[in-house]
């Protein structure tokens, strides 16, 4: 309906506006006005390319809608009947509500209603050519839906929405997303690791790679920008080779809490909180306190390409360890001394260390 009214009522007669101002300024040569119709409902596209709609035979009685009509209007050379996504479809401004004000601003950017200062921004500019771009002209047997839904690390994955598996990897593909994703409870808790892929105007962005998305102040922090669709990725904290040698290391300890050096614990966690992962691979600042953590505990860094070693100095909240750190070793600092020991389940579910 509302794309036979637009069609019917702005549409059809702005065509005949343009040719009446063409003959107006004598414009002469080989130009030619093409009106893009844009639809995001592929029944509709099948409806109007084929001229015929069988289960729907009341549409011209009850709606006052010609599907013959939209047929033959759109078989023309002067328009173009294109298929996008929702997230792209300007119209729905006029024929829905809106509670989201991201969402909301996004729509206005899209039918040019800004502020004059907003003109010269880059993503409004980019937001146009993106509507442009994604659309595909509805010619076959088949809506071609765009290519662009995927980042190019990721192009010969599953883009449909929803929880996907991927070897030793699990992402979820979301459209409009409000917030970052975690992983849902129950599932396999060593997934700790978290890349962020985010689409707006501009293109694919990562927001984040390899980040420990369980130590975060805010794993489910709001997206306060438009994005149009999102790949958040979870994978193993820990390799299998790494595994293997931690397990080795935790049969050793015999489960026992080891004492070691408190003075120096607590220095070198000042030197190396929120400064992130440090591996081992001789380019960052911080890689020879690193080295001494290590060699404190006596633990050599693993050399082997597919699984490198990494240090990290977190501090734990109200929840204490967090699940992606079962079975690493780690250096646990208390009021007065400082104890080497591996975590496990056990830890997690008591809240171990809490704050």
């Known amino acids: 309906m509302a794309g036979a009214l637009a069609l019917k009522s702005a549409g059809v007669p702005i065509l005949d506006v343009v040719r009446i101002m063409k003959l107006a300024a004598n414009l002469r040569g080989n130009s030619s006005t093409v009106l893009r119709f844009h639809v995001d409902n592929q029944a509709m596209a099948a409806v109007i390319r084929s001229g015929r709609n069988p289960t729907m035979r009341h549409l011209s009685r009850t709606h006052g809608i010609s ?37 909301w601003n ?11 200062s907003a003109l010269s921004l880059p993503h409004i500019h980019a937001l ?22 995927m980042p190019d690390e990721l192009e010969e994955w599953n883009t449909s929405f929803g929880w996907h598996e991927r070897d030793q990897l699990h992402y979820f593909v979301v459209r409009e997303p409000k917030l970052y994703r975690t992983m849902k409870d129950g599932w396999d808790t060593k997934f700790g690791k978290r890349t962020t892929w985010l689409k707006n105007s501009t293109g694919w962005v990562c927001a984040e790679r390899h980040a420990n998305w369980q130590s975060l102040q805010n794993p489910r922090k709001p997206i306060t920008e438009w994005i149009e669709r999102a790949v958040f990725v979870f994978e193993l904290s820990i390799a299998s080779q790494q595994s293997q040698n931690i397990e080795f290391v935790a049969a050793a300890l015999d489960q026992r809490k080891i004492d ?35 060699d404190m505990v006596n633990v050599k860094w693993s050399i082997d390409e597919d699984s490198v070693d990494t240090v990290e100095a977190v501090n734990l909240g ?27 389940q056990a830890h997690v579910s008591l809240n171990a260390y809490s704050n």
């Open 106 to 116: 996004n729509l206005c950017e899209q039918i040019n209603l800004i502020e004059p």
């Open 260 to 294: 070691i050096s408190f003075c120096n614990a607590v220095t070198w966690h000042d030197m190396l909180v929120d400064q992130g992962l440090i591996s081992n691979t001789y380019d960052h600042p911080l890689f020879e306190i690193a080295c001494s953590v290590c």
């Open 67 to 103: 599907i013959s009509w939209l047929h033959e209007q759109c078989r023309e050379d002067d328009i173009e009947m294109r298929y996008i996504t929702t997230t792209l479809m300007a119209a729905d401004i006029y024929t829905k509500a809106f509670q989201d004000a991201v969402k």
């Open 128 to 149: 146009h050519s993106l509507v442009l771009s994604e659309s595909t002209v509805i010619t076959a047997k088949k809506v071609l839906t765009a290519q662009n839904l």
């Open 318 to 344: 109200a929840k204490g360890v967090y699940a992606s750190l079962i079975d690493t070793l780690v250096i646990i600092l208390h009021a007065h001394k400082a104890e080497l020991q591996v975590i496990n």
